[in-house]
């Protein structure tokens, strides 16, 4: 799935819809050092400000993160580069749609679980074992209680 040809289609489309452009604009303005990564993405290093708490956050193509771009780039990484790389494939669908659908997509899975990331479709579809995220995890009580007391709830009266 991961093509040279597929690469460049998210390259230019992220640049196209702006998302890459706010990725770097966010990178100038926090002094974020821009470098390149792999397969068309960029890496911004040395995020320093306390949000998000994540290691890593991707807008558009670029990928921005507390550590250096080496770090990021290393092998053993390879799996959070391809978690991160497959958000910049959402952003070439979506373009800046992406932000108001993710945060939805986060309220929903921390609604449910308690995890921003695990009933979060983007992070699923990214990978959640490969962005650091547990696999599963039971749904909250009230959800549960719901769940299960549907079917056995006596009817209300009016
Ligand atoms: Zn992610």
Do not use: K
């Amino acid at each position: 799935m991961t093509t040279p040809r597929r690469h460049l289609a998210r390259t230019v489309l992220t640049a196209a819809n702006g998302t890459t452009g706010a990725g770097l604009l966010l990178a100038l303005i926090t002094r974020t050092r821009v470098r390149r990564g792999r397969d068309g993405v960029l890496i911004a290093e040395g995020w320093r400000l306390p949000v998000p708490p994540a290691s890593c956050f991707t807008i558009g193509s670029v990928i921005i993160t507390r550590r250096s771009a080496e770090w990021l780039l290393a092998e053993e990484r390879a799996a959070l580069l391809a978690h991160e790389s497959r958000h910049a494939g959402q952003y070439a669908v979506l373009g800046p749609l992406f932000f108001p659908a993710y945060w939805v997509a986060c309220g929903w899975s921390y609604a449910t679980t308690g995890s921003w990331g695990v009933r979060n479709w983007f992070e699923r579809h990214a990978g959640l074992l490969d962005g650091g995220y547990p696999e599963e995890l039971p749904l909250r009580p009230w959800l549960r209680r719901i769940w299960s007391g549907g079917r056995n709830a006596q009817r209300l009266r009016p």
